[in-house]
Structures are given as structure tokens and as C-alpha cells.
Nanobody, 120 residues
Framework: QVQLQESGPGLVKPSQTLSLTCTVS??????????WIWVRQFPGKGLEWIGV???????YYSPSLRNRTSISRDTSENHISLQLYSVTPEDSAVYYC????????????WGQGTPVTVSS
């Protein structure tokens, strides 16, 4: 079955770049009509959709984060990456990657999430 595992530093200093990786097993990230999503959850609050990279390599971002977000992939390693630039303490959250339902970018298979704290 498809499994996703996020990894990255748990602590990032303000103004630095947050870099996370999502390693996918059980399915190629280039499989037709698949899309791979980054989402975050703030403490005590709902989920925020960050962006998505499709099977064809096209990436799309939340308008509120577009200017400081980049999602990329390594097809040889079968993983996707998230970079969030110029972080502030307000970016502290649990970050998740997920596989979509195949047609609507709705996440249906989730990684376990990785907590990130932005603090000096």
C-alpha cells in the first residue's frame, strides 16, 4: 500500500528556510493522475493547504504562501520536497504530506506528520 513519511528539522530559526522531505513508498510519484500535497496544522486549529505537485511535475501553491513556497520532487528517490522561505514563529505547525484522490487534490492518504517549531 502507499505510505508517506515526512522528515526534516524540528526546529528552524526565524528568517531561515524550512526544508522538508516526503518519502513515498508503494507508488511512484509519477503515476498517472496522482498528486502529492503538503498541508499543515497549527496548534488547536484546522488544516491549511500549502500546495501540490502533480504526477507531471507541475506545482501549485496556496495564494497566501505562493511567494515563499517551493515544492519539488526527485523521481529517482521517489520523494517530494517542501521549502518555505523566511519563516516566522507563525509557521510553527505540524506539516503533513498526502496523496490525493486522483482527481480533486483532496488528500486521502496521509503521512504521520512532522512537527516544526520556528524559534530563535
Amino acid at each position: 500500500q502507499v505510505q508517506l513519511q515526512e522528515s526534516g528539522p524540528g526546529l528552524v530559526k526565524p528568517s531561515q528556510t524550512l526544508s522538508l522531505t516526503c518519502t513515498v513508498s508503494g507508488e511512484s510519484i509519477t503515476s498517472s493522475h496522482s498528486a502529492w500535497i503538503w498541508v499543515r496544522q497549527f496548534p488547536g486549529k484546522g488544516l491549511e493547504w500549502i500546495g501540490v505537485i502533480q504526477f507531471d511535475g507541475d506545482a501549485y501553491y496556496s495564494p497566501s504562501l505562493r511567494n515563499r513556497t517551493s515544492i519539488s520532487r526527485d523521481t529517482s528517490e521517489n520523494h517530494i520536497s517542501l521549502q518555505l522561505y523566511s519563516v516566522t514563529p507563525e509557521d510553527s505547525a505540524v506539516y503533513y504530506c498526502a496523496r490525493d484522490d486522483g482527481y480533486s487534490w483532496s488528500p486521502v492518504i496521509w503521512g504521520q506528520g512532522t512537527p516544526v517549531t520556528v524559534s530563535s
